[in-house]
């Protein structure tokens, strides 16, 4: 495969996890309507601390998901100006998938975790 067709590999695969992290953030947004709304029944329980526990898991998956996407386009900077070497490029790369798959998994459990809590 010749550089530019890796390149164009790599950049479809960043295309990917910004649209997911675009729609993660939208999910995040309905996520914390549900939370104020559940916010009165659990005012005055014990459970009121799992609630701010809850805010406070979407405020910091809110910071990893601007890192994360800085992240990415740091790295489709450095591949459009070619001013890394390929090796250092494809690693970053795959870094980047680890990442990115890391950030997703925790999203998804945290929101079969916030669900279950609602339920």
Do not use: C, G
């Not at 998994?105 to 669900?115: A, G, M, S, T, V």
């Amino acid at each position: 495969m010749s550089q530019t067709a890796s390149q164009s590999v790599l950049f479809s695969e960043h295309a990917k996890w910004l649209r997911v992290i675009d729609q993660t953030k939208l999910q995040f947004k309905e996520l914390q309507k549900r939370l104020e709304h559940a916010l009165p029944h659990y005012l005055h329980t014990p459970e009121i601390a799992r609630v701010e526990q809850f805010q406070n898991q979407f405020i910091r998956h809110k910071e990893v998901i601007d890192e994360l996407r800085h992240e990415i386009k740091q790295h489709e900077n450095h591949l459009e100006k070619k001013d890394q070497p390929a090796h250092l490029l494809l690693l970053t790369h795959v870094a980047l998938r680890d990442q990115f798959n890391r950030f997703y998994d925790l999203y998804i459990e945290l929101e079969r975790d916030f669900d279950e809590f609602l339920v």
